[in-house]
């Protein structure tokens, strides 16, 4: 895929020289003149800020480019001012597809100057961003319970640690097969996370997701930093709870800071509520930090597998190897058949507020999202609750969905999340999560939800220098800069349900 251009003061912004469409960067009249590169283009109706307007011809059945790579078919004859969107163009997308390995040429590792956060180190190695207590739960019946805890703990310990946390979900109870099998593997993930320098873990003593089954799940848990028990056999978990967060206490606040090489930083790569700029401006923006990432010998991880759909031979040509590339076509087409199993088509994206945003087709979507993942090398497939290994770029299997993504990407290991936005959003999760704005707008409409605006390539800020900022805010915040989502007390979990409840 070709990278982004550099930031234009016209009214259009084309990605790709091969591409049919551009996205426009303000309200276009109909019969307006646009320039483009010293040729015009005449708008054949009204555009609103943020779609396509042709720019070449396209013959009804054709396919229409955008990045460089098809975003679908041309439902009718398409002539160059015309707006292009859901009314004349549509996804090709059917079904499992076949892809064939072609081992590529492997890119030059780039040579980065060393750089380094003031960080965590843990006992198993791993380095955190933040020194917290988390409280967990097995099950959903203690979740107020581990509220309460987190609450009560926050006052009465209050600047001793960086902060006392429940992350309550519903689950663990009445659960099967492989839906227990996702619950209990994301709270252990949980667990072993380098941001929480201590766990209370609280079950409730009858459920399905049982307490010492997931601690034998667990072996990286550190055994020291944890506390857990079960509800329903002491006589007041609340005293108890906050008994065992003093003990963590006392362990925890001793623990300092110490310079650690982004080498050890892992970047979880995520977006939602996109929109006609998404791939234009803040996800090829993430790409470069993922590139930075990994050429320093870090490890960026790119998720959402249903916006994968459509764009996978981006993703699968920077396959590492022939079982990385197996592997990456097991979980998309996995993926697949789990829409196709359940009588939902897989192109049944974009979402109201992205078609809103002027994204037409899933394939559009796809193509801005994988961008998030820059041109690294792909080293890595996840499944759903595994864990990072070696260095470099990672898929990792979970859906679309912000909450859920988000969740899997921290229990994976991201101990910073940068999170691309066109439309905007509160949420925050276990990790420190930047979030990324794709247009001015709505950085300047809520301040109080963004901490980056890429908006400002499109208004003589260069990619380069752009990057280099969101660079120096993702060390800034690992380093400990409280994020706008942290500051707002935005920090949630959402796990995986995709089974049958007894």
């Not at 593997?185 to 009858?206: D, E, F, R, T, Y």
Request: with cysteine; proline share 6%; aromatic share 4%.
């Amino acid at each position: 895929m070709t990278d982004t251009l550099q930031p234009q003061r016209e009214s259009i912004h084309p990605v790709d020289p091969r591409d049919h469409v551009a996205t426009t960067l303000r309200d276009i009249a109909g019969g307006e003149a646009l320039s483009l590169h010293g040729k015009t283009v005449v708008a054949r109706a009204d555009i609103p800020k943020g779609h396509k307007i042709a720019i070449r011809a396209a013959k009804a059945g054709e396919s229409v480019l955008k990045y460089g790579w098809p975003i679908g078919r041309a439902l009718t004859d398409i002539a160059p001012g015309d707006h292009v969107h859901i009314h004349n163009v549509a996804t090709r997308l059917e079904g499992v597809e076949a892809f064939v390995w072609t081992p590529a040429e492997p890119e030059p590792r780039r040579e980065v100057a060393p750089r380094a956060f003031q960080g965590y180190r843990r006992k198993n190695g791993r380095a955190g961003t933040r020194n917290e207590i988390w409280v967990l739960c097995t099950v959903g019946c203690v979740a107020n319970t581990a509220r309460r805890i987190a609450e009560k703990a926050n006052q009465r310990f209050a600047g001793r640690v960086d902060g006392v946390f429940a992350f309550p979900h519903p689950f663990g109870c009445s659960q099967l097969g492989d839906d227990l099998a996702h619950t209990r593997k994301l709270i252990a993930a949980l667990a072993s996370h380098p941001n929480a320098g201590g766990v209370l873990l609280l079950g409730l003593g009858c459920e399905n997701n049982q307490l010492k089954a997931l601690l034998e799940s667990a072996p990286e848990i550190d055994r020291e930093r944890l506390r857990s028990f079960t509800t329903q056999m002491v006589e007041d978990e609340l005293e108890d709870g906050l008994a065992a967060v003093e003990a963590l206490v006392e362990i925890v606040e001793r623990d300092r800071r110490e310079p650690i090489p982004v080498s050890e930083l892992v970047v979880g790569l995520k977006c939602g509520g996109s929109d006609g700029f998404s791939g234009v401006t803040a996800n090829p923006l993430v790409g470069r930090i993922a590139d930075k990432v990994a050429d320093a010998g870090g490890t960026p991880v790119l998720t959402e597998i249903p916006e994968v759909f459509g764009a996978e031979g981006v993703l699968l040509a920077r396959a590492a190897s022939r079982e990385v590339f197996d592997q990456a076509v097991c979980v998309i087409d996995d993926f697949k058949r789990y829409f196709i199993d359940n009588n939902q088509p897989i192109y049944e994206n974009p979402s109201h507020g992205n078609i809103a945003g002027g994204i037409t087709t899933l394939e559009e979507k796809s193509l801005g999202a994988v961008q998030k993942g820059g041109r690294a090398p792909l080293v890595e497939v996840l499944r759903y609750g595994e864990r990072v290994g070696p260095h470099g770029l990672t898929l990792l299997e979970a859906p679309g969905n912000d909450a859920v993504s988000s969740t899997a990407l921290t229990a994976a290991g991201a101990t910073v999340i940068l999170f691309t936005t066109g439309r905007g959003t509160p949420l925050g999760f276990p990790a420190p999560t930047l979030k990324i704005a794709s247009n001015s707008d709505l950085a300047q409409r809520k301040p109080g939800w963004i901490d980056f605006d890429a908006g400002q390539v499109l208004t003589g800020v260069s990619m380069d220098d752009a990057a280099d900022a969101l660079m120096d805010l993702v060390v800034e915040t690992a380093s400990g800069k409280a994020t706008k989502a942290e500051l707002n007390g935005e920090r949630e979990i959402a796990i995986w349900k995709s089974g049958v409840t007894l």
